[in-house]
């Protein structure tokens, strides 16, 4: 029987860069690997081996996926055996805290031909400049979709009624707790819940609250308090002692858009565009704060701002998305040079090795 897989982004292209999660996801491990060579050298291949391995040994995993890569993976974590692997390349470079202790790094480079390489400089060099200038101008259109969001914020926040917003919140934090405690200090884990990626808003609600008992669905517009709801809850939670996934905004990491606590089976999330679910199952809850807290008729009153606020925001996060495809195809251009230069029986003997590593954890794991 396959174990269960936890899919999410550690890392994403955003409105402030790119900005990366990973230290929060990978603390607490025993071993992890960290990969280095450059594009084409079997990073993301290698680890979906090991993930299809494990998972079908029964063991859960989970997966971080590539936010610049539709088809790629960032890394992978065996929870029950205090393993992970992760692409440690640029942007989301990974310092170790303990080399050789429980940090390893993991050269792929060995297996290239660096002659051929050679050969070829010229080409891979321009290739690499190009890609940084794609990702660049995604990051600043996307900046500016930034922009345009905060005035469609601004909008409707100054028709928030705050005192009814945190009626709401207080209530809602009574309602999940019902002044439970965990005797413990509770572990917070910091993810993407979503991204931006070449293909557009990509994101795993559905996979990670398959199986909770209890989902809240956040509606509400931009700037009626969605994110600082959040934020209390999750807050809550971990002053009572709970365990807290919190899943920040692939488009703001400082704006969050999801808190889940598995030990209380329950989610809240933003349920808007580009994230917008519907409930479709027992256990499921709208919440609605423009319904809550905002002056009635708002959406009428402001009609034309709003409009146009939005197509100027939504024009920006087309032609990022744009730029992120872009920068893509100009990857896998680079990456067939190291596919040529490449002799993968030697990435082969690495993914051997790993297998050995993980085995030996196996052996000596205390259940």
Same mark, same amino acid.
């Given at each position: 029987m396959?174990?269960?897989?936890?899919?999410?982004?550690?890392?994403?292209?955003?409105?402030?860069?790119?900005?990366?999660?990973?230290?929060?996801n990978?603390?607490?491990? &025993?071993?992890?690997f !960290?990969?280095?060579?450059?594009?084409g050298?079997? +990073?993301?291949? =290698?680890?979906?081996?090991?993930?299809? #391995?494990?998972?079908?040994?029964?063991?859960?995993?989970?997966?971080?996926?590539?936010?610049?890569?539709?088809?790629?993976?960032d890394g992978?974590?065996?929870?029950?055996?205090?393993?992970?692997?992760?692409?440690g390349?640029?942007?989301?470079?990974?310092?170790?805290?303990?080399?050789?202790?429980i940090?390893?790094?993991?050269?792929?480079g060995?297996?290239?031909?660096?002659q051929?390489?050679?050969?070829?400089?010229?080409?891979i060099?321009?290739?690499?400049?190009?890609?940084?200038?794609?990702?660049?101008?995604?990051?600043?259109t996307?900046?500016?979709?930034l922009?345009?969001?905060? &005035?469609?914020?601004? !909008?409707?926040?100054?028709e928030m009624d705050?005192? +009814?917003a945190? =009626?709401?919140?207080?209530?809602?934090? #009574?309602?999940?707790f019902?002044?439970?405690?965990?005797?413990?200090?509770?572990?917070?884990?910091?993810?993407?819940l979503?991204?931006a990626?070449?293909?557009?808003a990509?994101?795993?609600?559905?996979?990670?609250?398959?199986?909770?008992?209890?989902?809240?669905?956040?509606?509400?517009?931009a700037?009626t308090?969605?994110?600082?709801?959040?934020?209390?809850?999750?807050?809550?939670?971990?002053?009572?002692?709970?365990?807290?996934e919190?899943?920040?905004?692939g488009?703001?990491?400082?704006?969050?858009?999801?808190?889940?606590?598995?030990?209380?089976?329950?989610a809240?999330?933003?349920?808007?565009?580009?994230?917008?679910?519907?409930p479709?199952?027992?256990?499921?809850?709208?919440?609605?704060?423009?319904?809550?807290?905002?002056?009635?008729?708002?959406?009428?009153?402001?009609?034309?701002?709003?409009?146009?606020?939005?197509?100027?925001?939504?024009?920006?996060?087309?032609?990022g998305?744009?730029?992120?495809a872009k920068a893509?195809?100009l990857?896998?251009?680079?990456?067939?040079?190291y596919?040529?230069?490449?002799?993968?029986?030697?990435?082969?003997?690495?993914?051997?090795?790993?297998?050995?590593?993980i085995?030996?954890?196996?052996?000596?794991?205390?259940?």
């Amino acid at each position: 029987m396959s174990g269960k897989v936890l899919n999410y982004f550690a890392g994403g292209n955003t409105g402030r860069g790119f900005y990366q999660l990973f230290a929060s996801n990978l603390k607490g491990l &025993e071993r992890l690997f !960290i990969l280095k060579g450059g594009p084409g050298t079997g +990073k993301s291949t =290698l680890m979906k081996k090991l993930a299809a #391995e494990w998972g079908k040994k029964g063991y859960d995993l989970e997966i971080i996926h590539c936010s610049s890569d539709n088809g790629s993976i960032d890394g992978v974590i065996i929870p029950q055996l205090k393993f992970g692997i992760v692409d440690g390349t640029a942007p989301h470079i990974i310092e170790p805290a303990a080399p050789g202790v429980i940090e390893e790094y993991v050269n792929l480079g060995i297996a290239w031909d660096s002659q051929r390489l050679m050969e070829n400089k010229k080409e891979i060099l321009a290739l690499h400049n190009e890609v940084s200038r794609a990702f660049q101008l995604a990051y600043d259109t996307f900046a500016k979709g930034l922009q345009e969001h905060d &005035e469609l914020e601004e !909008i409707y926040f100054k028709e928030m009624d705050f005192e +009814k917003a945190n =009626l709401l919140t207080n209530e809602l934090i #009574e309602q999940i707790f019902q002044n439970q405690t965990a005797s413990k200090t509770a572990d917070i884990r910091h993810r993407f819940l979503g991204a931006a990626t070449p293909k557009g808003a990509v994101d795993f609600i559905p996979n990670i609250t398959e199986g909770l008992d209890k989902r809240y669905f956040l509606k509400g517009r931009a700037g009626t308090g969605k994110s600082t709801l959040l934020k209390k809850i999750a807050a809550a939670a971990e002053e009572r002692g709970y365990d807290t996934e919190v899943y920040h905004c692939g488009f703001d990491p400082k704006s969050i858009d999801m808190i889940v606590v598995r030990e209380l089976s329950f989610a809240i999330f933003d349920s808007t565009d580009p994230h917008e679910y519907f409930p479709d199952r027992e256990g499921d809850e709208i919440v609605d704060l423009y319904l809550a807290a905002v002056t009635p008729g708002t959406d009428e009153k402001y009609s034309i701002e709003i409009t146009e606020a939005h197509k100027r925001y939504k024009d920006k996060m087309k032609e990022g998305t744009e730029c992120l495809a872009k920068a893509k195809a100009l990857h896998d251009e680079l990456e067939k040079y190291y596919v040529e230069a490449m002799d993968f029986t030697i990435i082969d003997q690495i993914y051997d090795d790993l297998t050995k590593e993980i085995l030996h954890l196996e052996n000596n794991a205390v259940y």
